[in-house]
């Protein structure tokens, strides 16, 4: 079993920034990547961000150029830096951990982005 842990969230002004960090721990083997999502009331959660192993990273069109995804080498932390950020970045930011096995789930941060 593998656990993940979002911080990082909270309240920033139009074009300020954040850093999110998701911290796993457990059982981390045969890891494909790591992703990033967010999710507002009444709409599905979208993907924002993903890192494969290789190090590949890949962006939804919303946030492309102003958010970028890091992970450490043994897949224990997955950072989300968002930059420039815009009312409508406001959501739940959730990490993803993607492996061989079971996919698993943080329990999110909010990120409100408002003046």
């Known amino acids: 079993q593998v656990q993940l ?7 920033v002004q139009p074009g300020g920034s954040l850093r999110l960090s ?4 457990g059982r981390i083997t045969g890891v494909y990547a790591m ?10 959660r979208e993907l924002a961000a993903s890192i494969t192993a290789g190090g590949s990273t890949s962006y939804s069109d919303s946030v492309k150029g102003r958010f970028s995804i890091s992970r450490d080498k043994n897949w224990f932390y997955s950072y989300l830096q968002m930059d420039n950020l815009k009312p409508e970045d406001t959501a739940v930011y959730f990490c993803k951990m993607v492996t061989r096995g079971p996919q698993y789930w943080g329990q999110g941060t909010q990120v409100t982005v408002s003046s």
């Not at 998701?22 to 721990?25: L, Y």
């Open 22 to 25: 998701c911290k796993a721990s």
């Open 5 to 11: 842990v979002e911080s990082g969230g909270g309240l």
């Open 35 to 44: 992703a990033w999502y967010r999710q507002v009331p009444g709409k599905e």
